[in-house]
């Protein structure tokens, strides 16, 4: 799958890297400007899968959700990584990350993808 695909964001997601995102030319929409803030997290996971719409977040409560659908055989495809890593690093290292997954021919043969940043 090679090729940018769409994003739907959690509110866990920084404005920095969102706006970063839109400015490499990704279509990015952001859970609290489609739903507002405070939605819980499974109509948004939901809500993602259904737009066809990869879903980006580094909330564990996510990742959980998204091994409960793992197990029912739902799909969906999702990009997690771990929120501190965030904070030790500069923005364009993570808009890095996202354009070498979106070379890769590989991408998502998982339903989870999870964010290769540096230590």
Do not use: C
């Amino acid at each position: 799958m090679a090729g940018r695909f769409p994003l739907f964001t959690d509110e866990n997601i920084d404005g920095p890297i969102i706006r970063g995102l839109r400015q490499r030319g990704w279509d990015v929409k952001h859970a609290s400007e489609e739903f507002g803030e405070k939605t819980k997290d499974a109509p948004l996971f939901e809500h993602a899968a259904n737009e066809d719409r990869t879903f980006v977040s580094t909330d564990h409560d996510i990742l959980s959700l998204a091994h409960r659908w793992l197990t029912k055989g739902r799909r969906f495809r999702l990009i997690w990584w771990e929120q501190a890593a965030t904070q030790r690093i500069l923005v364009s290292v993570v808009l890095d990350a996202f354009e070498a997954l979106a070379a890769k021919s590989d991408a998502f043969t998982y339903s989870i993808e999870y964010l290769k940043l540096p230590k």
